[in-house]
């Protein structure tokens, strides 16, 4: 299949085999992610290799330069198992945007500018064509809490919200309080997982702070309260919670 970008700002393409049709629903989800790999050359080879089964549509380079992969009207591979709102099959209701980064096993550096700059261009533009609500842009660590932990806590979700991209909240400030982690159980640790629940993650409400709940928890510590990531559930990240809900309108 030949590529056409349908981005003008993808100046190249860089063509996968990983990917298939969409399997109904609306395209209706962005997913960030990093790339987790030691330099961009081997996370766009990975991308591109048909033995690894996996693919994005777009790659964002450190110096801001980005590569078009598969086109967004097909179905990427780049979600893998997870669940947002109830929807398991998140591949073919998203569009992914993997973004060169060495990830936690670097060191976690922060973005380059120019990448970030790239990030925001291109998230425009893809908002500008397609129907995505701004609290259906996801790090890939918010639809699979357990198994990733990217675009991780040095993302500037920030900067994305004040260029219009996403949803976002002023983060809560870290102070003392009651809290939640591991192990408590009873009808606040009920409440709070209808909460999280409530805003799309994937989390039954049992009463009993599971290790799932953990990782929900940390999981949006990295997406929406960065300064302490530790899955226990502080009065700065339940009322940054509260926020974002009452923010949806």
């Not at 393409?13 to 209706?28: C, M, T, Y």
């Not at 129907?131 to 932990?149: G, N």
């Not at 939640?180 to 009873?186: I, K, L, N, S, T």
């Not at 990782?215 to 559930?233: I, K, L, N």
């Amino acid at each position: 299949m030949s590529l056409t970008p349908d981005s003008p700002l993808a100046r190249r393409v860089a063509p996968s085999p990983n990917h298939g049709a969409r399997r109904g629903g609306r395209l209706d989800t962005l997913v960030l992610h990093y790339t987790g790999m030691d330099s961009a050359a081997a996370a766009l080879a990975r991308l591109r290799d048909p033995l690894s089964e996996v693919s994005a549509h777009y790659l964002v380079f450190e110096d801001g330069g980005l590569v078009q992969m598969v086109p967004e009207a097909r179905r990427a591979w780049h979600a893998g198992a997870g669940a947002w709102k109830g929807e398991t099959d998140l591949n073919s209701r998203s569009i992914g945007i993997e973004i060169v980064h060495p990830g936690h096993a670097g060191g976690l550096p922060p973005y380059p500018e120019a990448q970030v700059a790239a990030v925001i261009a291109l998230g425009r533009d893809i908002l500008g064509r397609w129907p995505i609500p701004p609290e259906r842009v996801l790090a890939h660590s918010d639809i699979a809490p357990e198994r990733k932990e990217d675009p991780g806590e040095t993302f500037p979700w920030d900067s994305l919200a004040a260029a219009g991209i996403g949803h976002f909240v002023p983060p809560a400030r870290l102070r003392d309080g009651r809290f939640f982690a591991q192990g408590d159980v009873g009808q606040p640790v009920e409440a709070l997982q209808a909460m999280f629940a409530l805003y799309g993650y994937d989390l039954p409400v049992s009463g009993v702070f599971d290790a799932r709940t953990h990782a929900v928890v940390t999981a949006f510590q990295r997406h929406f309260r960065q300064a302490r990531v530790d899955g226990v559930a502080d009065a700065s990240t339940i009322t940054t919670l509260r926020d974002l809900i009452a923010a949806l309108g």
